[in-house]
């Protein structure tokens, strides 16, 4: 039986672990806080996934296991240095499960691992998957983006089920891209419908955004098809529509009127798209964003939302 190590124990690591048991894998289940452990150790259920048990096959430790023959990491974007710098040298493949771009450096995920574990094989798991559904069996497809096509293979071998479909795709840069800047079109999206502006404008403003994730990947070296596929257009959709959202409904909060600062505090989880707007203009520098140039700018408190539409709406017209 091959085993896997699910790094992070937020609902998306918890429900990775089940599906990877689910794949016919011996998972360890690590939090990287050692009290949380042993306490979804002894429950078997991790309350951030509350109504999912986990099953027989998933251990739960507070070490990561020597024998992995492949290692999730799985902790929000920006605590991802932290835990990649805690890995020991060598071993397993390293699969990043996280999405963004890091605050300060402006490093995609695959990046930081690059730099911190140079020459080791690393590929990242990313698509439109709400964790619960994919933790209670429904189906669904993910991209599993990697140079080495033959670290594709193996990696999508150990961890897909008829259920879980997983896409392999050569172009990590761009699977990275459409996984970070969708979240900042979400928090848009939301800001739009929690305005009052209706599905006219949210369908525009996706449409749009979807253009701004293919120019900063074509800019950071990716290809515009990938954003295309499930890790951008699938997820951007999700993201933008399902109310289970977390930035989709930090936008709505916004759009109602609701201050940044009193949303993010009621709020247990990440929200993702709150550090990478600002990260993803300063990384994309020169390219044309304005749908998360007016998200980095209404998160920063330089402009309010009705000014922030204004600006968007008073572009010049041009041909699409």
Same mark, same amino acid.
């Not at 009127?257 to 993010?264: N, R, S, T, Y």
């Given at each position: 039986m091959s085993s896997v190590a699910v790094l992070g124990a937020g609902a998306w690591g918890t429900a990775l672990a089940v599906q990877a048991s689910r794949a016919g894998c011996a998972v360890t289940l690590v939090p990287r806080d050692k009290a949380r452990a042993a306490e979804i150790a002894r429950s078997r259920v991790n309350p951030r996934l509350p109504g999912v048990a986990l099953p027989g096959g998933v251990a739960v430790a507070d070490t990561l296991p020597g024998d992995a023959e492949a290692i999730l990491l799985v902790p929000p974007l920006q605590h991802l240095r932290e835990?990649?710098?805690?890995?020991?040298?060598?071993?397993?493949?390293?699969?990043?499960?996280?999405?963004?771009?890091?605050?300060?450096?402006?490093?995609?995920?695959?990046?930081?691992?690059?730099?911190?574990?140079?020459?080791?094989?690393?590929?990242? +798991?990313? =698509?439109?998957?709400? !964790?619960?559904?994919?933790?209670? #069996?429904?189906? &669904?497809?993910? @991209?599993? /983006?990697? *140079?080495?096509?033959?670290?594709?293979?193996?990696?999508?071998?150990?961890?897909?089920?008829?259920?879980?479909? +997983?896409? =392999?795709?050569?172009? !990590?840069?761009?699977?990275?891209? #459409?996984?970070? &800047?969708?979240? @900042?079109? /979400?928090? *848009?999206?939301?800001?739009?419908?929690g305005a009052g502006l209706g599905e006219n404008a949210r369908a525009a403003l996706i449409t749009r955004g979807l253009a701004e994730l293919s120019r900063v990947?074509?800019?950071?070296?990716?290809?515009?098809?990938?954003?295309?596929?499930?890790?951008?257009?699938?997820?951007?959709?999700?993201?933008?529509?399902?109310?289970?959202?977390?930035?989709?409904?930090?936008?709505?909060?916004?759009?109602?009127?609701?201050?940044?600062?009193?949303?993010?505090?009621?709020?247990?989880?990440?929200?993702?798209?709150?550090?990478?707007?600002?990260?993803?203009?300063?990384?994309a520098a020169g390219v044309d964003l304005p749908v998360c140039r007016a998200v980095a700018a209404l998160l920063a408190g330089e402009t309010t939302l009705k000014l922030a539409i204004a600006e968007v709406l008073a572009r010049p017209r041009r041909d699409e």
């Open positions: 835990v990649v710098a805690r890995l020991p040298p060598g071993g397993a493949p390293l699969v990043v499960c996280a999405k963004g771009i890091e605050a300060g450096t402006l490093r995609l995920p695959l990046e930081i691992v690059a730099e911190l574990h140079p020459g080791r094989p690393a590929a990242l +798991l990313s =698509g439109p998957n709400f !964790a619960h559904e994919i933790a209670t #069996g429904q189906p &669904a497809a993910t @991209v599993l /983006a990697a *140079a080495d096509p033959a670290l594709r293979a193996r990696l999508t071998a150990l961890l897909a089920t008829p259920e879980f479909r +997983l896409y =392999g795709n050569e172009d !990590a840069v761009g699977a990275q891209v #459409g996984g970070a &800047a969708k979240n @900042v079109v /979400a928090i *848009a999206a939301g800001a739009v419908i990947a074509e800019a950071l070296g990716g290809r515009a098809e990938t954003v295309m596929g499930l890790s951008g257009l699938g997820d951007l959709l999700l993201t933008c529509t399902g109310p289970s959202s977390r930035n989709f409904s930090l936008g709505l909060a916004l759009g109602r009127g609701e201050l940044l600062a009193d949303v993010l505090a009621a709020r247990s989880s990440v929200t993702e798209g709150v550090a990478t707007a600002p990260a993803l203009v300063a990384r």
